[in-house]
């Protein structure tokens, strides 16, 4: 099997996994009771749930032999960018929210093919599999405009529904100012982790030439 034979596939299992990931996690939804527009609304509205779907529409694209998607999805930077906030995604899970789960078998396999399966199998896709190198220097810059979204967003829909998707931004909690200060900090690790992945794609870019 080719290199770029062995790339396709591997990016397909990865996008299966993070889709199936995201699947659980709607069967669990619609097995509970309540409005589903509004839980379905909850579920996309984490960070987690909408990085996911970002890795399993860039492995998509990795997988196909040509087309826009996978121009897009091929670039360096792309790459990087979405290694950079799934890596995230993995690290704050271990770090902050290990006891945040859903409950059940489902919860279990969900939580674990989100948070560590779909993460692992990215990574090691960017790691093993070109094209590296070539990405600018502002681009860490460039990668903290969807973060910064989503944190926006989240305090939007949050003041008036009083509903915060982690407990490090809950505003009804903590206030605005520890809530400020924590997505402060958690932006400094994205844009430390950016420019340590734009050094390692460097390097990975000079092993490939």
Same mark, same amino acid.
């Given at each position: 099997?080719?290199l770029?034979?062995?790339?396709?596939?591997?990016?397909?299992?990865?996008?299966? *996994? /993070?889709?199936?990931?995201?699947?659980?996690?709607?069967?669990?939804?619609f097995?509970?009771?309540?409005?589903?527009? #509004?839980?379905?609304?909850?579920?996309?509205?984490f960070?987690?749930?909408?990085?996911? %779907?970002?890795? /399993?529409? /860039?492995? /998509?694209?990795?997988?196909?032999p !040509?087309?826009?998607?996978?121009?897009?999805?091929?670039r =360096?930077a792309?790459?990087?960018?979405?290694? %950079?906030?799934?890596?995230?995604?993995?690290?704050? &899970?271990?770090?902050?929210? !290990?006891?945040?789960?859903?409950?059940?078998?489902?919860g279990?396999?969900?939580?674990m093919?989100?948070?560590q399966?779909? @993460?692992?199998?990215?990574?090691?896709?960017w790691?093993? &599999? @070109?094209?590296?190198?070539?990405?600018?220097?502002?681009?860490?810059?460039?990668?903290?405009?969807? =973060?910064?979204?989503?944190?926006? #967003?989240t305090? *939007?829909?949050?003041?008036p529904?009083?509903?915060? @998707?982690? =407990?490090?931004?809950?505003? $009804?909690?903590?206030?605005? =100012?520890?809530? %400020?200060r924590?997505?402060?900090?958690i932006g400094?690790?994205f844009?430390?982790?950016?420019?340590a992945l734009?050094?390692l794609d460097?390097?990975?870019? $000079? !092993?490939t030439?």
């Amino acid at each position: 099997m080719t290199l770029r034979r062995t790339a396709q596939t591997a990016h397909a299992l990865t996008a299966a *996994l /993070a889709i199936l990931g995201i699947l659980l996690h709607l069967v669990i939804v619609f097995g509970h009771p309540g409005e589903i527009g #509004w839980r379905l609304v909850r579920l996309f509205s984490f960070f987690t749930i909408l990085t996911n %779907l970002l890795v /399993a529409v /860039a492995a /998509a694209g990795l997988a196909l032999p !040509r087309g826009r998607l996978h121009d897009w999805a091929a670039r =360096p930077a792309s790459r990087a960018a979405v290694t %950079l906030h799934i890596l995230v995604v993995a690290l704050i &899970f271990h770090a902050l929210l !290990r006891n945040m789960v859903q409950p059940g078998l489902l919860g279990w396999w969900g939580n674990m093919l989100v948070h560590q399966l779909a @993460p692992a199998a990215w990574t090691t896709c960017w790691l093993a &599999f @070109p094209a590296h190198g070539g990405i600018d220097r502002a681009a860490p810059l460039r990668w903290l405009i969807y =973060p910064l979204l989503f944190a926006g #967003w989240t305090l *939007l829909h949050g003041a008036p529904s009083g509903w915060y @998707p982690y =407990p490090f931004m809950d505003v $009804a909690q903590l206030g605005y =100012p520890a809530v %400020l200060r924590n997505l402060a900090l958690i932006g400094l690790v994205f844009l430390a982790l950016g420019y340590a992945l734009r050094w390692l794609d460097g390097r990975l870019g $000079a !092993r490939t030439m």
